[in-house]
């Protein structure tokens, strides 16, 4: 009799959870859009009780992982966002886009170590992704999700602030760059002279005299490889070509065209903190005032400390101070 309750409780509790993996049961808006015949999810997070006040928008544009949004363990979602949101969600409504192809919603079973989406059939990524896993899919997707949630009722129209990390932080770039409808750019972590520079970057940090200069040259075929080869979609050995092709040119010559207010946000053990500084003297050249420099002594690429060891310290967490003084920037705090 125990073991037939127990099994019972079982089902009930699975039954529970398999009815709660929607995106709405975790205080989103759902949207299922469609671009390009991509399906498209998008989902947006208010301060609850103030769902239809009418507030700005806040875009956060993800890195490059195929991540999906909400990631469950028995039942509890992982935060969506990398930032503690309650404090941003009283002045805006925040949104975040899923990669194409990945499931807006999984279980933290059904995923790889580093939480990415694969399928069992072919142990990589949905085709879908691979295809449209590039810069100009996103960009164009994003400013038409752009579009689509200006026309929601509790959308103001006066002010977008679009955010990006790593990957993402290019993607906002280059939105900003091709619309005038977003005002405010933050660009976090990413690398203004391309992806390849991050990749050769990291490398050159681990080499020592053993290893004479291998780990480099090849990153080098890599992108060799890349611009001769700019359609290709494999991912044997890490990213595509295509997407490492989209994401590596470089971008320091195209910020200063830009004259919204933006703010850039980096680690500086980051791989790309020496090329963000170089920006920043750029910028200093140019004698532009709309930008502003958050650099953040002895943070990695993720906003974690280090370790007197050179590891990363998992336990010394900074998104949220990083998201208070986006917030502080954006004159909200």
């Not at 989902?43 to 928008?57: A, H, N, T």
């Not at 935060?79 to 886009?97: C, D, G, Q, V, Y």
Request: net charge neutral; glycine share 6%; charged share 20%.
């Amino acid at each position: 009799m125990r073991n037939l309750l127990f099994t019972m409780l079982l089902s009930v509790c699975s039954n529970l959870f398999a009815q709660t993996q929607k995106p709405e049961d975790f205080g989103f808006r759902y949207l299922k859009l469609s671009f390009n015949e991509v399906q498209t999810d998008v989902l947006v997070l208010s301060k609850k009780g103030e769902e239809d006040k009418v507030k700005p928008l806040f875009l956060f544009c993800q890195g490059s992982l195929p991540i999906p949004l909400i990631i469950t363990d028995s039942g509890a979602p992982y935060p969506s966002f990398p930032f503690a949101t309650e404090s941003l969600s009283k002045n805006f409504h925040l949104a975040i886009i899923g990669k194409p192809g990945i499931p807006a919603v999984s279980q933290v079973s059904a995923l790889q170590n580093d939480f990415s989406y694969i399928e069992k059939s072919t142990g990589m990524p949905p085709a879908v992704f691979l295809t449209n896993n590039e810069l100009s899919f996103y960009v164009k997707r994003n400013l038409a999700v752009v579009d689509e949630l200006l026309k929601q009722k509790y959308v103001a129209k006066g002010k977008i602030v679009v955010a990006g990390h790593s990957q993402g932080a290019r993607i906002a770039f280059e939105m900003c760059a091709s619309s005038k409808k977003i005002t405010h750019l933050i660009y976090a972590a990413g690398n203004p002279c391309g992806q390849i520079m991050s990749m050769i970057s990291r490398t050159r940090q681990r080499e020592n005299p053993a290893d004479t200069n291998t780990f480099a040259e090849n990153d080098f075929s890599y992108y060799q490889a890349a611009v001769a080869d700019s359609n290709n979609t494999d991912i044997t050995y890490g990213e595509s070509l295509k997407s490492i092709h989209s994401f590596s040119s470089p971008i320091v010559n195209k910020f200063p065209a830009l004259n919204i207010p933006i703010l850039i946000s980096y680690g500086t053990y980051d791989s790309s903190a020496l090329l963000n500084d170089y920006l920043r003297t750029e910028i200093i050249r140019k004698r532009k005032t709309n930008f502003t420099f958050n650099a953040y002594i002895g943070l990695d690429h993720n906003f974690f400390g280090m370790k007197e060891t050179g590891e990363v310290d998992y336990d010394n967490f900074n998104w949220d101070k990083v998201a208070l003084d986006w917030e502080k920037w954006l004159g909200i705090n």
